[in-house]
């Protein structure tokens, strides 16, 4: 699971810039680097100018217990290819072992300087491009919700002890896991759970793009909108109704927030083989979406919805204002998708439709692999309850203990296994 050897990666991304970092850890970085260093020694977290071999003047500094936790060099040299890939290979070719993807977090993990799910927050910070994505992988980075879990956690091991000490005592019928406790930490768990998986539909849709479905009659403006609000021509738009057969994605960033709009395909009856498949991804994009855009035509008569819409953040949009319309449109939203009339406040109606939300929501579960875990403790915990409740012999009520105690600790990663590190660590890029 750890190897004690000395690695070393280009921790800047491939290409030429201002400058490029690679780095060393382990146990040999010092005496490795120092081999090829204009330099007597490094003094530790202090940064010395000086010459690697003849390939460039670096800027060398040592770290007795650097990000991984290890005696760890990074040199910072001119972010030519050909030096950086020099720089490197004469590190390898005195002993260090070329990086894997996510070594140098992975040795943070094993080293206790992160815990699981900060290590993840770290490549959610690298992959971070609009505001909200950083914020929630700080807030991640900063423990949030995992510290209260770990702490949860632990409090639950303690009492699975003294269970488990029950069963060695079994013949003399003593009690040393106080039930009543067990019981109340078994609903504050739950309530915990419980807000943390509910967060999770919000946090996931935030950090991937929250989706967006445009729906309605074929021909009421449904494409025309999409180009509106991307300010570009990206779908086919004309007066013959079932123009739109395939659903069409794209994404825009509105105050911070990623949007994916889907324009869909015309809601109709069907006859025609290709438009009826389009009208059932139109169905399954609404299934999918969290808010759904129900988009009518001004000039013609109001038609309710002919699909279900219920759990969803239904927007209803009047279109086509700039001409004279024949329907009532109170106060909905309306626009012209023609003029760029209303487009703002559609945009400002989406952001406001997800910042209630969020408001409400102090922490947010972001990470798939979290949410898995929750469910699996909360199924655990439920059967704990349940076990309870009935009385069943406490052997049992331990392996369930036992159950939610490991999808809880592998969150954080008191419990983890070579697959769960490989598959958070193969997601880095190589020197991270
Ligand atoms: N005057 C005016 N015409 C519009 C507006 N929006 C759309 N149209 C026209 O309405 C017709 C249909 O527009 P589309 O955007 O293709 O409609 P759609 O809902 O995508 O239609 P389907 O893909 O067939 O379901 C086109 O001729 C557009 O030019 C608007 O705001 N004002
Ligand atoms: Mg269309």
Redesign the pocket.
Same mark, same amino acid.
Do not use: Q
């Given at each position: 699971m750890y190897r004690q050897d000395t690695i070393a990666a280009i921790s800047t991304p491939t290409g030429v810039g201002g400058i490029a970092v690679v780095r060393t850890s382990g146990p040999d970085a010092l005496a490795i680097a120092l081999r090829h260093l204009k330099a007597d020694t490094l003094v530790p977290r202090r940064a010395t100018y000086c010459r690697f071999d003849d390939i460039d003047d670096v800027v060398a500094v040592y770290m007795p217990a650097g990000y991984t936790g290890e005696p760890t060099v990074e040199l910072s040299c001119h972010g030519s290819l050909f030096v950086q890939q020099a720089i490197l290979q004469a590190l390898i070719d005195d002993g260090a072992r070329l990086a894997e993807a996510g070594e140098f977090t992975r040795r943070a993990f094993l080293n206790g300087r992160l815990n699981l799910s900060q290590a993840e927050a770290v490549a959610d910070l690298i992959d971070a491009v609009t505001p909200i994505q950083h914020r929630l992988a700080v807030s991640q980075l900063r423990g949030s919700y995992a510290q209260q879990l770990k702490e949860l956690r632990q409090q639950l091991l303690d009492l699975t002890s003294l269970l488990e000490l029950e069963l060695d005592f079994s013949q003399e019928d003593v009690e040393f896991a106080d039930r009543t406790q067990l019981q109340q930490l078994i609903s504050t768990l739950d309530a915990q759970l419980s807000t943390l998986t509910k967060s999770f539909s919000l946090g996931n849709a935030l950090k991937r793009g929250i989706p967006v479905a445009i729906v309605?009659?074929?021909?009421?403006?449904?494409? *025309?909108?999409l180009n509106a609000l991307l300010g570009d021509d990206r779908?086919?738009?004309?007066?013959?109704?079932?123009? /739109?057969r395939d659903t069409i994605e794209e994404t825009i960033t509105i105050d911070g927030i990623t949007f994916r709009i889907i324009?869909t395909?015309?809601l109709r009856h069907t006859d025609d083989t290709i438009e009826a498949l389009g009208v059932e991804r139109s169905r399954r994009a609404v299934a999918d979406a969290t808010i759904v855009i129900y988009?009518h035509?001004c000039t013609q008569p109001w038609s309710e919805p002919t699909i279900d819409l219920a759990g969803k953040r239904a927007i209803t949009v009047f *279109?086509?204002?700039?001409?004279p319309h024949s329907t009532p449109m109170g106060s909905c939203l309306s626009?012209?998708?023609? /003029?760029g009339e209303g487009i703002d406040m559609l945009k400002a109606a989406l952001v406001d439709a997800v910042s209630g939300d969020m408001q409400a929501c102090d922490t947010l579960v972001t990470n798939p692999r979290h949410y898995e875990a929750l469910l699996r403790v909360g199924q655990a915990m439920r059967r704990v309850a349940q076990g309870l409740a009935d009385n069943i012999p406490t052997d049992l009520l331990a392996v369930d203990l036992r159950d939610a105690l490991y999808h809880l600790g592998a969150i954080t990663g008191e419990v983890s296994n070579d697959e769960i590190l490989h598959n958070i660590f193969s997601r880095f890029c190589i020197g991270k």
């Open positions: 309605g009659a074929p021909n009421a403006g449904k494409s *025309t909108l779908a086919i738009v004309s007066d013959i109704p079932g123009t /739109t324009d395909a015309g988009l035509d *279109t086509k204002t700039d001409l626009v012209s998708a023609k /003029t």
